[in-house]
Nanobody
């Protein structure tokens, strides 16, 4: 099983940037696709971005495409989410999750989850 720990959240002004990190452990991580999801109060958990096991295929939600970048550094067992041009609508708890090989966009398709990290974007 893959264990995931997110970090890097915080408070930032609109237009600013944050980089979230997802540190993984477990022998299967190198064969795992990773996704980022976010959940705002009173709302469902929404897809943000995902990356396949090789790092060669990435997908983004329309709301973040062009602003966010997902990447992975397998030598450090870490996946990143670089968030630029942040907007108040990006405020949420951000979670990373993993599943075997192939990326997905549905939270139910992911089998391992981190605890989440809070991102607050002020206007």
């Amino acid at each position: 099983q893959v264990q995931l720990v997110e970090s890097g959240g915080g408070l930032v002004q609109a237009g600013g940037s944050l980089r979230l990190s997802c540190k993984a452990s477990g022998r299967t991580f190198s064969n795992s696709a990773v996704g980022w999801f976010r959940q705002a109060p009173g709302k469902e958990r929404d897809f943000v971005a995902t990356i396949d096991y090789s790092g060669g295929m990435t997908y983004y939600s329309s709301s973040v495409k062009g602003r966010f970048t997902i990447s992975r550094h397998d030598a450090q067992n870490t996946v990143y989410l670089q968030m630029n041009s942040l907007e108040p609508e990006d405020t949420a708890v951000y979670y990373c999750a993993s599943r075997p090989f192939v990326p997905a966009m549905a939270a139910a398709d992911f089998t391992s989850w981190g605890q989440g990290t809070q991102v607050i974007v002020s206007s």
